[in-house]
């Protein structure tokens, strides 16, 4: 079995694939690894102490933001654990099926932010669930190639889309990220609003 990808290069590539797309990153070492990888960006929504929950916030964002400017993708950036946490939503995405809907699904296998204990990510067929659940479009990935390739797919084809991307449990040395989740939303809905304006109109 080939080795799979590390985590942090993973959300490098996908910083790099979407940087100005609007993004909500699931709790943790995900979080953590993307500011210190990309740095804090406005586009960013940290979903804090908040597991089960980052794929609804994505989906009621996407809902809001379909009339945004063609092609614009809101990203979700998911953990297995996380996602087994809250997969009911997946039917509910499937059923309003918002075109402009990108979720990774980074699947290390483990709960690693309390210890490494198993999930039942390998058990758990994703792509066949987002399938069945009504999203046209699903794959996995276990290699840096495939990984370019599928986040450019996931940027080009309507959704929503799920990308499951095989990652290790391997970590970067990262600094706490110790932030007001109320301070965090105000940033990100500034941005927002502000990425709305149009060219030469003062925002208010």
Known sequence: MSQRMKRAAVLADINTEFPQSPMVLTLGGTAREMLAVAGRKP?????????GQTMSIG???????RRRPDGEKTVVVEGDGSLIMGMSVMSTI??????????????????????????????LDMCALALAC????????????????GLRWAAAEPGPTL???MVSTEQI???FFLEDPVILARDFQDWLH????PAGVKAS
């Open 43 to 51: 586009n960013h929504l940290v979903n804090l102490d908040a597991m």
């Open 59 to 65: 989906l009621g964002l996407a809902l809001g933001l």
């Open 94 to 123: 499937g059923h309003l099926g918002p075109a402009n809907l990108v979720v990774l699904v980074l699947d290390n296998g483990v709960y690693l932010a309390t210890g490494g204990q198993p999930t039942a990510a390998p058990s």
């Open 134 to 149: 009504g999203w046209p479009n699903a794959r996995t990935v276990t290699t840096s190639d495939e990984l370019v390739a």
């Open 163 to 165: 990308v499951r991307v």
């Open 173 to 175: 040395a990262t600094d």
């Open 194 to 197: 502000d990425s709305e304006v």
